[in-house]
Every structure is written in structure tokens, then in C-alpha cells.
């Protein structure tokens, strides 16, 4: 028996960041559009990343907080962990997430159906139903938006020993004795730092030479210095070979560090493993609709974010886009202002980071890395972020703030080790995308005492030094 296609202006797949406000923005011009969902409304940053693990750690940052109460002249008795109340104060704010979603749908007048959602011919989806069934929507236009899913490295018995990802870890509602964190990355930092203050030893895996690879030398340098004095054991140039036993009981991982071909064992009661991101169009049957993938799965699109196939769009993580809420809306812009005429690229976007580690890394522009890389001439203006007086007042001094400055005077890149270093990130970034002078920043009156103060200190810097590129070596002149 054939099932009926029902026919839609728009077919949005995923309700994630840039679907939803695709699906809001055009339901609310009176265009017939519905959404497939096979999880959670909302997409994974509202219920299962982003801001839940945030929560979580900004609860492990109280934590470190009272244990610091003397520091403070503030007289606290031992402090104990309760992980079920650390999983409700989430669960808490997940509810309310939710209901805002669901209201904000209701509201736009798009519908939502939820299950899973595949090709089966151009711009036409089957969705098996959550609740039973299969429904056909053949969209005018459709937009892809079904994001990407923690990797699984192919290590042998890994897949055996149930590891927890983000999402387990988020769940968790008992404090592991002993976890062992595979990848020295944003997600791994954050969540080996917070489960650390919550009471578990912690050892964290790195396959790179050291923590954050990808950042220049003197970020990974703080950081594993940050990672030793909160009692986290590192490992860097970690080859993993094999895995057995069970996550929550006991694991047994072994490695060896390099090329040396001596191998090593670890012992742990539980494995996280944060080890990238996959795309998640393994069961989309992407081909059906005459949409290609590249070799990793992800989405090919151009840089108006149309795939191979007339009408259809992918926004978000599934294109291939940096792997940031922040820019998965800005994808949704992209699009809809092409939508209403417009010629709105991905092209030399100007994308800030934010890992929130406790304190966190900021960073927008180039590094000093990658502008040695391009041969690009900077000046340097690089400070401790003791010299911004804040951090006194709140007895965070550790880490740093610097700044790139091109020939022209304009800035290249920031990047601000340190307590509430994302607030100085905004005034950084509207700088440059003003494209005006780092003097508008230097002589700018920050109101005093603040983080954001700290550009100031940090700008006056820069006549003191003038450290130039020189095939790819850094000179002072």
C-alpha cells in the first residue's frame, strides 16, 4: 500500500540553532512548513551540550569556589558533592529550555514531526514516526540541519567497553572514582577540569604533540599547566591500541607514547571519550535526493550554503561549518537573507571561540601560528592578565592576553587566557570587523574596574615591541 505525499513549502530536517529559527522565520511569513526531529526540540545545545554542560560547569566552579572560601576570608565546613543535585540544577534549566521551544513553535506556526527522517527521491523525505508509522513530505524547498555526533574512534574493543561521550557525561548522576578523558580538546578540557573539582582522579589522553595543538605554543603551555595544578594528569603523543572492560565498572586502556613501541596500560572506572565530531548522515540516504557528501560525510554545499541539489540547502555542522552554535544561526542568516534576495556568502567570516575552561580561552582572528604560516608582518602586544586590575579584585591572575596588529594598524587576532576573557572577546571583534585602527580600542574609556578594561593595558603595549615575520621566523625591530 503506497502512502500519500503531503506537500509543503518548506521541509526543514533537524530543529537544532539554524533550523529552528529557519522554520520560525519562514512559518511566520505564512509559508506551510514543517520540521523533522528525531530527538530532542531544539537540537542538541539546549538539551545536550552547550548550555547543560555549561551548567555543569559553572557548579564545579562553585565547587572550587568554597574550597577556596579561606582565600576569601570566608570560613566554609568540608564541602561534599552531590552529582544528583548537580544533574537536577540541569535537568531544571534543560525544562525550561524546552518549554521556551515549544512555546517559540507554536507561536510560528510550524509544524513538527518527530522521527527519523531520509531521501527517498529528490526533495521528498520518509520519516519513520516516534510513534509508529511513516509519513512522505515532499518540500518546494528543503534544509538540512541534522548536525554531528561525538566520533568513535576505531580502536579496538573501544566500541565494546560502552564509553560515555558528552551526552553520558551530562547524565551522569554518580562521580566516578577514576576517569580517563580521551582528547585533549575543547570538550575533553572542559569536562576533565570540571569533573576533577567535583572529586575524581582524572587523566586525560591526547593523541597531538599537546593540549590544544591547533593553538599557538604558549596557550597549550598554560593550559597543561592549568590541567597539573587542578591535579589532572596529561599525556600527550597518546597512540591508543586496545580497550576492554566495562565503562562504569572498570576499563583498561593501552597506549604507547610516540613512536616508542613500549606499551603502556591505565586502569580507570570510566572512559570519556571526546575525540571529534561525525556527521550525522550516515541514515539520511543522502544520494536519494542527488546530494553529495564529501569523504567524511559531511554536506557538500557552496558558500551560499546550496548543496549538489536544486532546492535543497544544509546549514549548520552537516555543511562542514566550525563547529559553533553561534555559527550554525549565523548559517540560518546566510540563507535567509538569500531566501529574500539577497547575496549573503560563508566567506571570510570573522568567527570567535570560546572554551569554558575555568578560566577560559578566547580567541578571534588569527593566532600568531597561523599568521607566521601566511607570512603575514604583526606587531605583538602581549600582557599577564595580572596587569588588568579585575583579576585582583577576584584573585584570578593566571594567564594571558594578546593582541596581533597588522602593517595598517587594524587588529589580526586575539586571543585572552583568563577569567572572563569572553568578555573582552565582543569589543575585540567589533574592532575588527569595523575594520577601524587597535587605537579606537587603546583610547576607548573602559569603565573601571573591568575585564574589558584590560584592552586598554593590553593595547598601550604595543609601541614596546615590534616583533615583525621574516620567513616564518619572528625578529624584533
Given at each position: 500500500m503506497?502512502?500519500r505525499k503531503?506537500?509543503y513549502?518548506?521541509?526543514?530536517?533537524g530543529?537544532?540553532?539554524?533550523g529552528?529559527f529557519?522554520?520560525?522565520?519562514l512559518a511566520?511569513?505564512g509559508?506551510?512548513?514543517i520540521?523533522v526531529?528525531?530527538?530532542?526540540l531544539?537540537g542538541a545545545?539546549p538539551n545536550?551540550?552547550?548550555?547543560?554542560?555549561?551548567?555543569?560547569?559553572?557548579?564545579?566552579r562553585?565547587a572550587?569556589?568554597l574550597?577556596?572560601?579561606g582565600e576569601?576570608?570566608?570560613s566554609t565546613s568540608?564541602?561534599?558533592i552531590?552529582?544528583q543535585?548537580v544533574l537536577?540544577r540541569?535537568e531544571?534549566?534543560?525544562?525550561?529550555?524546552?518549554?521556551?521551544?515549544?512555546e517559540r513553535?507554536?507561536?510560528?506556526?510550524?509544524e513538527?514531526?518527530?522521527?527519523?527522517?531520509?531521501?527517498?527521491?529528490e526533495?521528498?523525505?520518509a520519516?519513520?514516526l516516534r510513534?509508529?508509522?511513516t509519513?512522505i513530505l515532499?518540500g518546494?524547498?528543503?534544509?538540512?540541519?541534522?548536525?554531528t555526533?561525538?566520533k568513535?574512534?576505531p580502536?579496538?574493543g573501544l566500541?565494546?567497553?560502552?564509553?560515555?561521550?558528552?551526552?553520558?557525561?551530562?547524565?551522569l548522576?554518580?562521580?566516578?572514582?577514576?576517569?580517563?578523558v580521551?582528547?585533549g580538546?575543547?570538550?575533553?578540557l572542559?569536562?576533565a577540569?570540571a569533573?576533577r573539582?567535583?572529586?575524581?582522579?582524572?587523566t586525560?589522553?591526547?593523541?597531538?604533540?599537546?593540549?590544544?595543538?591547533r593553538?599557538?605554543e604558549?596557550v597549550?603551555?598554560m593550559m597543561?599547566?592549568?590541567?597539573?595544578?587542578?591535579?589532572?594528569?596529561?599525556?600527550c603523543?597518546?597512540?591508543?591500541?586496545?580497550?576492554d572492560?566495562?565503562?562504569?565498572q572498570?576499563?583498561?586502556?593501552a597506549?604507547?607514547i610516540?613512536?616508542?613501541?613500549?606499551i603502556?596500560?591505565?586502569?580507570?572506572n570510566d572512559?570519556?571519550v571526546?575525540?571529534?565530531?561525525t556527521?550525522?548522515t550516515?541514515r539520511?540516504?543522502?544520494s536519494q535526493?542527488?546530494i553529495?557528501?564529501?569523504?567524511?560525510?559531511?554536506?557538500?554545499?557552496?558558500?551560499?550554503l546550496e548543496?549538489?541539489?536544486?532546492?535543497?540547502?544544509a546549514?549548520?555542522?552537516?555543511?562542514?561549518s566550525?563547529?559553533?552554535?553561534?555559527?550554525s544561526y549565523?548559517d540560518f542568516?546566510?540563507?535567509?537573507?538569500?531566501?529574500a534576495?539577497g547575496n549573503?556568502?560563508?566567506?571570510?567570516?570573522?568567527?570567535?571561540?570560546?572554551?569554558?575552561?575555568d578560566p577560559?580561552?578566547?580567541r578571534v582572528?588569527?593566532?600568531?601560528t597561523?599568521t607566521q604560516h601566511l607570512?603575514?608582518?604583526y606587531r605583538?602586544?602581549?600582557i599577564?592578565?595580572?596587569a588588568?586590575?579585575?583579576t585582583?579584585?577576584?584573585s584570578?591572575t593566571?594567564?594571558?592576553a594578546?593582541?596581533?596588529?597588522?602593517?595598517?594598524d587594524?587588529?589580526?587576532?586575539?586571543t585572552?587566557?583568563?577569567?572572563?576573557a569572553?568578555e573582552?572577546l565582543?569589543?575585540?571583534?567589533t574592532?575588527?570587523?569595523?575594520?577601524v585602527?587597535?587605537?579606537?580600542?587603546?583610547?576607548a574609556i573602559?569603565a573601571?574596574p573591568t575585564?574589558?578594561?584590560?584592552?586598554?593595558?593590553?593595547?598601550?603595549?604595543?609601541?614596546k615591541s615590534?616583533p615583525?615575520?621574516?620567513?616564518?621566523t619572528?625578529v624584533s625591530?
Amino acid at each position: 500500500m503506497s502512502i500519500r505525499k503531503e506537500h509543503y513549502r518548506n521541509v526543514v530536517i533537524g530543529s537544532g540553532e539554524a533550523g529552528k529559527f529557519l522554520a520560525w522565520n519562514l512559518a511566520g511569513q505564512g509559508e506551510p512548513t514543517i520540521v523533522v526531529e528525531r530527538g530532542a526540540l531544539g537540537g542538541a545545545c539546549p538539551n545536550v551540550a552547550c548550555l547543560p554542560s555549561k551548567n555543569v560547569i559553572h557548579s564545579a566552579r562553585v565547587a572550587s569556589l568554597l574550597r577556596r572560601g579561606g582565600e576569601y576570608g570566608i570560613s566554609t565546613s568540608d564541602v561534599s558533592i552531590d552529582m544528583q543535585g548537580v544533574l537536577g540544577r540541569k535537568e531544571s534549566m534543560i525544562d525550561g529550555l524546552a518549554d521556551l521551544h515549544i512555546e517559540r513553535f507554536d507561536a510560528s506556526g510550524a509544524e513538527v514531526v518527530f522521527g527519523e527522517g531520509r531521501f527517498v527521491e529528490e526533495r521528498t523525505i520518509a520519516v519513520d514516526l516516534r510513534s509508529g508509522g511513516t509519513r512522505i513530505l515532499r518540500g518546494e524547498r528543503v534544509f538540512i540541519a541534522v548536525g554531528t555526533r561525538a566520533k568513535l574512534p576505531p580502536i579496538p574493543g573501544l566500541a565494546e567497553t560502552n564509553p560515555m561521550t558528552h551526552v553520558e557525561m551530562l547524565n551522569l548522576q554518580r562521580l566516578p572514582e577514576h576517569l580517563v578523558v580521551v582528547g585533549g580538546g575543547y570538550v575533553g578540557l572542559e569536562f576533565a577540569q570540571a569533573m576533577r573539582r567535583f572529586g575524581s582522579r582524572v587523566t586525560i589522553l591526547e593523541r597531538g604533540p599537546r593540549l590544544l595543538h591547533r593553538e599557538d605554543e604558549d596557550v597549550s603551555e598554560m593550559m597543561a599547566g592549568l590541567m597539573r595544578d587542578e591535579g589532572i594528569d596529561v599525556l600527550c603523543n597518546v597512540q591508543l591500541v586496545h580497550a576492554d572492560g566495562r565503562c562504569g565498572q572498570q576499563v583498561r586502556v593501552a597506549f604507547h607514547i610516540g613512536d616508542d613501541t613500549q606499551i603502556d596500560t591505565l586502569t580507570a572506572n570510566d572512559l570519556l571519550v571526546a575525540a571529534g565530531r561525525t556527521p550525522n548522515t550516515d541514515r539520511l540516504d543522502a544520494s536519494q535526493g542527488g546530494i553529495e557528501l564529501d569523504a567524511e560525510g559531511y554536506i557538500r554545499v557552496n558558500d551560499r550554503l546550496e548543496t549538489t541539489a536544486k532546492g535543497v540547502w544544509a546549514l549548520g555542522e552537516v555543511a562542514g561549518s566550525p563547529k559553533f552554535t553561534h555559527v550554525s544561526y549565523d548559517d540560518f542568516r546566510v540563507v535567509r537573507e538569500n531566501l529574500a534576495g539577497g547575496n549573503r556568502t560563508t566567506t571570510e567570516r570573522l568567527i570567535p571561540s570560546v572554551m569554558f575552561t575555568d578560566p577560559q580561552l578566547a580567541r578571534v582572528g588569527l593566532s600568531e601560528t597561523e599568521t607566521q604560516h601566511l607570512g603575514i608582518d604583526y606587531r605583538l602586544a602581549k600582557i599577564p592578565m595580572s596587569a588588568v586590575l579585575r583579576t585582583r579584585t577576584l584573585s584570578e591572575t593566571r594567564g594571558f592576553a594578546k593582541a596581533l596588529v597588522g602593517e595598517d594598524d587594524r587588529l589580526l587576532g586575539f586571543t585572552a587566557f583568563g577569567v572572563e576573557a569572553s568578555e573582552m572577546l565582543a569589543a575585540v571583534q567589533t574592532a575588527m570587523l569595523a575594520r577601524v585602527p587597535y587605537t579606537l580600542l587603546r583610547d576607548a574609556i573602559f569603565a573601571h574596574p573591568t575585564i574589558a578594561e584590560g584592552l586598554g593595558v593590553l593595547l598601550s603595549e604595543l609601541p614596546k615591541s615590534r616583533p615583525m615575520v621574516v620567513k616564518d621566523t619572528e625578529v624584533s625591530v
